[in-house]
């Protein structure tokens, strides 16, 4: 039987996952493999170079660019304090002095001859990376980072915002339909991963904000609730960075869609467990998709086993349909017809036959659903 690769959000109760924990710049690693690491352990670090600060010294001094040498008090390389006397020069028979400090903590890093120009650089910015998940250190990148491995329950969002984050997981919500609302989030919810159903809206975001919750999940969010409360349209970006005190995933779309009853019971049978989750979204070309990662108890020996690679669509598949009219729903594949059909549009495409959760049977173009590789 012919087989249909439709890459697609990840959705298991249980996986070896390995996450690369990566430096932006070659800096230190400060694990070994083989260590066990928690979330909020620091792997590797390094530091990043300071703003660089000109300042034209012979303007300020009125001296000409081949004197500045000469008149400087501190030499190349020298450390400097803000406010303190970089360059000095006497005036008028060397009864006044005119003094030029430096606006910035940092170093002096080159002095120019040619334009008069100093150059400062402020002192260096140290970049820690964390684990991010429990596990083991499986590899390391000498001066760059660091490979870990864990088991984990483990789900793929559609949408999100926010940073990476770590919090215990606590249900909101009576079921996978039902709406987050501000009432249902009180201080109980402080520093924790709230699970909603179907949607949040604004003031559910705010409440989840004065408790100082760390996150939510939740089926889906109107396009102007998220509008409202990033500032501004979020457009073709890319998610991830934002910094507004909570990360965000959205696993279904947008609107009030009905979390997938899989994700939602996994969610709540997860409950009270550590979970990481970031909110990173990348549609177009280096597809990335927000995470919500469970550790659970596992045998070292178990991360030698080798992953199966993905297999595509086959019978039974659990899918999600990614276009109207049913967009959002989860279905399972009962037929891979392998000749082109003609669709509405009048083109030759590949379908497939699905059945609903209630039971009735749709004929979908492959390309408007996306796999749940289990």
Known sequence: MAQAYTPGLTISRSMILKKDRILPLKGTVVVKKGDK??????????????????????????????????????????????????ASSKTLFGLFHSNVTSPVKGTVENISSITGQVLLREPPMPIEIKAFMDGIVSKIYENEGVEIENKSAYIQGIFGIGGEITGEIKIAVDSPSSSLTPDLIDESFRDK????????????????????????????????????????????????????????????????????????????????????????????????????????????????????????????????????????????????????????????????????????????PRANVEAIEE
Not at 42 to 67: Q, S, W, Y
Not at 217 to 235: A, P, S
């Open 193 to 364: 991963i709230i699970i909603g159903g179907a949607i949040v809206d604004m003031p559910s975001i705010q409440k989840a904000l004065k408790v100082k919750a760390k996150g939510i999940v939740v089926g889906g969010i109107d396009d102007q609730d998220l509008k409202r409360f990033l500032g501004y349209d979020i457009g073709v970006a890319i998610t991830g960075h934002e910094e507004k005190g909570i990360t965000l995933v959205i696993t279904e779309g947008f609107g009030p869609i009905k979390m997938a009853e899989k994700t939602f019971n996994l969610l709540k049978d997860f409950e009270g467990y550590k979970a990481s989750m970031h909110g990173k979204t990348q549609i177009r070309a280096g597809v990335m998709r927000p995470e919500i990662i469970i550790p659970i108890p596992f045998k070292e020996e178990e991360l030698k086993v080798k992953e199966e690679e993905a297999t595509g669509l086959k019978i039974g598949s659990p899918i999600r349909i990614i276009r109207e009219p049913n967009f959002g729903k989860i279905c399972t594949v009962t037929a891979l017809p392998e000749d082109l059909v003609v669709v509405q549009s009048e083109t030759k495409v590949r379908i497939l036959k699905a059945k609903m959760e209630d039971g009735s049977e749709v004929i979908i």
């Open 37 to 86: 690491v928690k979330a909020d352990d620091v792997v590797a670090r390094t530091d990043l170079p300071g703003e660089v600060v000109p300042i034209n010294v012979a303007n300020k001094l009125g001296i000409p660019p081949g004197d500045v040498p000469q008149k400087m008090v501190k030499k190349a390389g020298d450390k400097i304090e803000k406010g303190e006397v970089i």
